[in-house]
Structure formats: structure tokens, C-alpha cells
């Protein structure tokens, strides 16, 4: 009697476990997120950003990026971004027009700079959300570093 109150024990906690992540669910440790800096920190680019691609999964992807001088005004036209910002601190410029935005993919522009736009300082811990069709940019004083977790919504 009391193997069989055993073997019915162990059979239903098996069928209580789960079988697996289902589809769509990623998990990044907030010491992950933090080492994301150091890791990107010796591969920047002369436009003195570096990125990684985490993964993607239906309308959204994710990935990191670190700046270490500022970045280009963007403008997105089916995606939304989500920032979280993980280390450092900048300015994020939003709304206005970019100067002489110029096409740089399918629904992107690309500009030096906007026009008529507000500021906003943002700094580790802070989430940020941006619409699509509206262009933003992050500027950083000279020697700072920012790193941020990126969302991409496609809408």
C-alpha cells in the first residue's frame, strides 16, 4: 500500500512539471544585462555604438546596445521601441523632424539631427517607450557610456 501511495505520488508531481518554456518566453538575469556593457564596450563601430541581437519572436525583437558618443536621429514607421536603460545616462531628443533625413531601410530614416524637438534625460533604471513615427535620439555627453535593452515592436 505504501509503494502505491509512492509510485501515485511521484506519477502526478512528473505530470505537474512543466515540459518546457513555451514558445515566446526568454529570461534575461539582471546580471546578464549588466555584463552586456562590458561585453560590448571593445566591439564599437566608428559611429561609436555596438549591438547585439538577443533573439526575436513574433512582431517584437529584442537586443542590447551600448553608446559611447551619440547616436543618429531615427525614425521609425512600423515599429515601436522600448528602452531600458541598464548603465550610464543621456539625453533622448523625441519629436520635432529629423535634418535631412535619408532613407536607410524599408519604414527607416536616418538623420544627424532633429529639429523642434524635446529633451528628456534618462539614466539607469529608466524605461522608455517611443511610438512609431516618431523620431528620437540619443545624445551622451562627451566621455559618458549608456547602455539600454532594446524592445522593437512591429506594429
Not at 57 to 80: C, D, I, K, L, P
Not at 126 to 152: C, M, N, R
Amino acid at each position: 500500500m505504501r509503494t502505491k501511495l509512492i509510485v501515485t505520488a511521484l506519477l502526478a508531481a512528473a505530470c505537474a512539471m512543466p515540459a518546457g518554456d513555451p514558445p515566446g518566453l526568454f529570461i534575461w538575469k539582471a546580471a546578464e544585462l549588466k555584463a552586456f556593457s562590458k561585453n560590448l564596450a571593445p566591439k564599437i563601430d566608428a559611429k561609436k555604438v555596438a549591438t547585439q541581437q538577443l533573439t526575436a519572436f513574433g512582431n517584437y525583437s529584442f537586443m542590447v546596445a551600448h553608446r559611447e558618443g551619440s547616436g543618429q536621429a531615427e525614425y521609425h514607421a512600423t515599429q515601436a521601441d522600448i528602452f531600458v536603460v541598464q548603465s550610464g545616462e543621456a539625453t533622448l531628443v523625441y519629436g520635432g523632424n529629423l535634418v535631412d533625413g535619408k532613407t536607410t531601410a524599408p519604414n527607416e530614416m536616418r538623420a544627424d539631427a532633429i529639429s523642434g524637438g524635446m529633451e528628456k534625460k534618462i539614466a539607469a533604471g529608466d524605461v522608455v517607450t517611443i511610438p512609431a513615427k516618431l523620431p528620437h535620439q540619443v545624445k551622451l555627453d562627451s566621455g559618458k557610456e549608456f547602455t539600454y535593452f532594446v524592445v522593437k515592436v512591429t506594429q
